[in-house]
T-cell receptor
Framework: AQKVTQAQTEISVVEKEDVTLDCVYE???????LFWYKQPPSGELVFLIR??????QNEISGRYSWNFQKSTSSFNFTITASQVVDSAVYFCALSEMEYGNKLVFGAGTILRVKS | DVKVTQSSRYLVKRTGEKVFLECVQDMDHENMFWYRQDPGLGLRLIYFSYDVKMKEKGDIPEGYSVSREKKERFSLILESASTNQTSMYLC???????????????FGPGTRLLVL
């Protein structure tokens, strides 16, 4: 079974719309870490956020916000007032204590923001 | 600032050739990783290394080998390239050493490899 599921393959929005990217994970560990990365057309993965399993507080960073809910095993990412520069592939990833520092990635969500 | 570099952005090779992909990080990180990225599959771990001369298989090591002779450099080797190894290859590094979990991995720009 997939450990990290990003069910949305591709999303298209118009600039200034809000958009939420879904991430559902599966783990038996009580200690784990969740990540979001952005991959713009240039190809390099850019780190956005890291969250450990004991910290369920939502986080906001400018137009970005993350909603971590252990009850539903989800770690969703919302972009408020989207911009064309937000167009990229976004990956959610899981690191489990049992598997050391290895990351398991979701398939990614392609976000297209049109002007 | 975090810096991971990869020797080539684009590479075209013939079936059966030996291919070397180089990755260098300047952050004194102990951990280094090689992934391949394919549409619809996300990133999959090929090999990783927690220290010089040390390597461990990831999820898809078949057809690949690695070398880590110096802390800052981690090479991925395709012994005999095949068309199904056409992909995007991404290198990453992280700190600290083994025993601490969940540290952030920092990625290089990737190498797009085409095997004809």
């Amino acid at each position: 079974a997939q450990k990290v599921t990003q069910a949305q393959t591709e999303i298209s929005v118009v600039e200034k719309e809000d958009v939420t990217l879904d991430c559902v994970y599966e783990t038996r560990d009580t200690t784990y870490y969740l990540f979001w990365y952005k991959q713009p057309p240039s190809g390099e993965l850019v780190f956005l956020i890291r969250r450990n399993s004991f910290d369920e507080q939502n986080e906001i960073s400018g137009r970005y916000s993350w909603n971590f809910q252990k009850s539903t095993s989800s770690f969703n990412f919302t972009i408020t007032a989207s911009q064309v520069v937000d167009s990229a592939v976004y990956f959610c990833a899981l690191s489990e204590m049992e598997y050391g520092n290895k990351l398991v990635f979701g398939a990614g969500t392609i976000l297209r923001v049109k002007s | 600032d975090v810096k991971v570099t990869q020797s080539s952005r684009y590479l075209v090779k013939r079936t059966g050739e030996k291919v070397f992909l180089e990755c260098v990080q300047d952050m004194d990180h102990e951990n280094m990783f090689w992934y391949r990225q394919d549409p619809g599959l996300g990133l999959r771990l090929i090999y990783f290394s927690y220290d010089v001369k040390m390597k461990e298989k990831g999820d898809i090591p078949e057809g690949y080998s690695v070398s880590r002779e110096k802390k800052e450099r981690f090479s991925l080797i395709l012994e005999s390239a095949s068309t199904n190894q056409t992909s995007m290859y991404l290198c990453a590094s992280s700190f600290p050493p083994t025993g601490v979990r969940g540290e952030t991995q920092y990625f290089g720009p990737g190498t797009r490899l085409l095997v004809l």
